[in-house]
């Protein structure tokens, strides 16, 4: 019954340093999603996977990288991470068709320094 | 592009109190209109949605309005609690890819 588990659940990175967001699903959706969430600015798409193979730019991609490694799994990576990428992130997915609801992680909250 | 607008930042009321929330989008092709609910150190939880074919629907306490001429539509919580606190997002979803999230409401329920 694990859902969308993230991982790790807290990090702390300098300025210019890398690190990979992992995210798996066990709910056989054929999308995922990044978010980040900012004070007063609710949820913005950073990326998202239509499908396994298929990878798209959402609202802020800029900074992230994504690999949708299989169905199961979509990982976000930093390559250089900045002050301003601190924020909370949270992987979702969703089942087929247009109507159906997201199911969201736990988040990660990151601290760039 | 695509943009959601929710109001208002933040809502307190007393308990037993009506809450409402409103949003707007601007994609006139968006169909399908889902509330999400987020406590504190969790993840948003779905706890309403309404499709572009139905104008109002509702669950125990909480109901959803659509108006699709006027690209509004509206959460509506009655007789609310105090586990009802948490912050309130609604979001609009076109193409059945990209979800489009309004920035928050935190709502209080004064005991």
């Known amino acids: 019954n694990a859902g969308v588990t993230q991982t790790p659940k807290f990090q702390v990175l300098k300025t210019g340093q890398s690190m990979t967001l992992q995210c798996a699903q066990d709910?056989?959706?054929?999308?995922m999603y990044w978010y980040r969430q900012d004070p007063g600015m609710g949820l913005r798409l950073i990326y998202y996977?239509?499908?396994?193979?298929?990878?798209d730019k959402g609202e802020v991609p800029n900074g992230y990288n994504v690999s949708r490694l299989n169905k199961r799994e979509f990982s976000l990576r930093l390559e250089s991470a900045a002050p301003s990428q601190t924020s909370v992130y949270f992987c979702?997915?969703?089942?087929?068709?247009?109507?159906?609801?997201?199911?969201f992680g736990q988040g990660t909250r990151l601290t760039v320094v | 592009g695509e943009n959601v607008e929710q109001h208002p930042s933040t809502l307190s009321v007393q308990e037993g109190d009506s809450a409402v929330i409103k949003c707007t989008y601007s994609?006139?092709?968006?169909?399908?209109f889902p509330w999400y609910k987020q406590e504190l150190g969790k993840g948003p939880q779905l706890i309403i949605d309404?499709?572009?074919?139905?104008g109002e629907k509702k669950d125990q306490r909480i109901a959803v309005t659509l108006n699709k001429t006027a690209k509004h539509f509206s959460l509506h919580i009655t007789e609310t609690q105090p586990e009802d606190s948490a912050v309130y997002f609604c979001?609009?979803?076109?193409?059945?890819?990209?979800?489009?999230f309004g920035a928050g409401t935190r709502l209080f329920v004064k005991a």
């Open positions: 979702a997915s969703r089942g087929a068709g247009s109507d159906t609801e997201a199911f």
């Open positions: 709910m056989n959706h054929n999308s």
């Open positions: 996977s239509a499908s396994e193979g298929t990878t």
């Open positions: 994609d006139s092709a968006s169909n399908y």
């Open positions: 309404i499709r572009s074919n139905v």
């Open positions: 979001a609009a979803i076109t193409g059945g890819f990209k979800t489009i």
